[in-house]
């Protein structure tokens, strides 16, 4: 049974997680944010299917994340390096990792995300690049965008309350 495709739709989500959304996807990404370019150190440290690596690695080479670069001729190998779009993939995994700490590691945490100066332990929010503001429900919401088609106006023209908002606007 083939999947619903999510490319077309107008959500930048949506078209997000059809680039990256699958599981492996992200896994693999992690790795090569770390630092993996190479077939078998994928498949050693996420113990996954070759076939399956290689879907997943064509997958993300034809998402414009990764680059496939040939390292050695004979016989052929390729190493899988990020592009510019695969490294702005890192503050996604970085909040996806403070979000996995704070709510799904009872034995504690196994890794965290430091200062490189102070080696103290660092805790990502999200800041609006132009302001440097913290962005919370009670500063910012979404609205339609230029593009945005009649949908997405009647959804955005008439914001919810968000419930996950504390009474102060705080989180």
């Known amino acids: 049974m083939r999947r619903k495709s999510f490319g077309d739709m107008e959500c ?3 078209r997000s997680l059809e680039r990256v959304g699958e599981w492996w996807s992200i896994l693999i990404m992690r790795d090569a944010i770390y630092g993996m370019t190479r077939f ?3 498949q ?3 113990n996954i299917a070759p076939n399956i690596l290689t879907r997943r690695l064509t997958a993300l080479v034809e ?3 990764l680059e496939r670069r040939r390292y050695c001729e004979r016989p052929p190998r390729n190493e899988y390096v990020l592009t510019p779009r695969g490294r702005d ?3 996604v995994l970085l909040a996806l990792q403070a979000f996995g700490n704070k709510h799904f590691a009872p034995e504690g945490i196994s890794v965290m995300l430091v200062d490189k100066s102070t080696g103290l332990s660092a805790d990502p929010i999200l800041v609006d690049r132009v302001t440097g503001q913290p962005i919370t429900d009670a500063t ?3 609205a339609p965008g230029p593009a945005a088609g009649p949908r997405v106006q009647r959804r955005l ?3 919810r309350k968000t419930p996950a908002a504390s009474q102060d606007g705080s989180r």
């Open 12 to 14: 930048p989500v949506a």
């Open 40 to 42: 078998d150190e994928f």
């Open 44 to 46: 050693n440290n996420l």
């Open 63 to 65: 998402a414009g994340l």
């Open 89 to 91: 993939f890192r503050p």
């Open 140 to 142: 910012h919401t979404n």
């Open 157 to 159: 023209s008439n914001p």
